[in-house]
Every structure is written in structure tokens, then in C-alpha cells.
């Protein structure tokens, strides 16, 4: 049985991870509409990866015999500047994340809970590839600059 403090943790997750969809969904219309349809296509295929964190967490709360919960999902932003700032904000976000997901290790931890803690570090090993790849995004739109925003445009519109 899930400990009462980790099931809670687990539940604030999948609210902020359903957040994290609805920003990234925010942002690809923001970018769709700005004329940047390969980051926007991008920042879609984030917001129902970012969907499918929630799920996984939820089904393993269930699994661990706890209840997952969908609590009030706060409103995000809908304006976000350059597609410079756009990806800045993606890279912090995806920093912020990397402590939440760190934080509920160490509640899992605390809970002496080794079977969640083995499941929560495939989502801190992936938050190494999330801060990377968006940093590597910030540096590409930075050296491409704004006559190569239409090819990190493209490249970003490749991701499958």
C-alpha cells in the first residue's frame, strides 16, 4: 500500500504535469499563429508527452493501491514573447520540473517506498534529456539567429 504523503505527492504531480500540457499547448498556438508552424508542431508533441506523464503517474498511484486524483488546473499564459524567450521559458520550465520530480523522489524515499522510487527515476533520467534538449533549442535559435529562425523552424517541425 502507497503512503498517504507519497500518493499526495503523486497526485500534486499529475496536476502539474497536466499543467505543463496546457502550457506547451498554449505555447504551440502561440507559435502557430506567430507563423512558426515547426515549433508549434513541436511544443504540441511536448503538451501530449507532458499528458502522458500524468497518466503514468496516475496508473502508478492505482497500481500501488492509492487513488489518483484530478485536482483544478490552474490557467497558464498565453502570450510568450520571441521564439527565443518561448524556448528560454520551455528550458526553465523543464528546470522546475526536474526539482518537483526530485522532491518526490525523495518523498518516495522518506516513505521507504523502493519500487516508486525505481519508477520515479526513469522520469528524473528524462528530465536530463527535457533540460538538454531545450537548451540545445535556446543555443540553435541563438546561433541561427533571426534570418535562420525558418530553419530551426523546420528542424523542429521534424520531430517525430
Known amino acids: 500500500m502507497i503512503a498517504e504523503k507519497l500518493e499526495q505527492a503523486l497526485n500534486e504531480q499529475v496536476t502539474a504535469e497536466m499543467w505543463s500540457s496546457n502550457l506547451y499547448l498554449a505555447m504551440s498556438f502561440y507559435m502557430e499563429r506567430e507563423g512558426y508552424t515547426g515549433m508549434a508542431s513541436w511544443l504540441k508533441k511536448q503538451s501530449q508527452e507532458e499528458l502522458e506523464h500524468a497518466m503514468m503517474l496516475a496508473h502508478w498511484t492505482i497500481k500501488r493501491g492509492g487513488k489518483a486524483m484530478v485536482d483544478k488546473v490552474d490557467v497558464v499564459p498565453n502570450d510568450f514573447g520571441t521564439p527565443l524567450e518561448v524556448f528560454q521559458q520551455v528550458y526553465e ?16 524515499s522518506a516513505a521507504r517506498d523502493k519500487a516508486s522510487q525505481d519508477f520515479l527515476w526513469g522520469f528524473v533520467r528524462e528530465q536530463v534529456e527535457e533540460e538538454e534538449t531545450a537548451q540545445g533549442i535556446v543555443d540553435m535559435i541563438k546561433k541561427a539567429g533571426e534570418t535562420g529562425l525558418y530553419t530551426v523552424d523546420d528542424k523542429l517541425g521534424a520531430r517525430k
Open 93 to 108: 520550465h523543464e528546470c522546475r520540473v526536474s526539482k518537483m520530480i526530485d522532491n518526490l523522489v525523495d518523498v518516495a
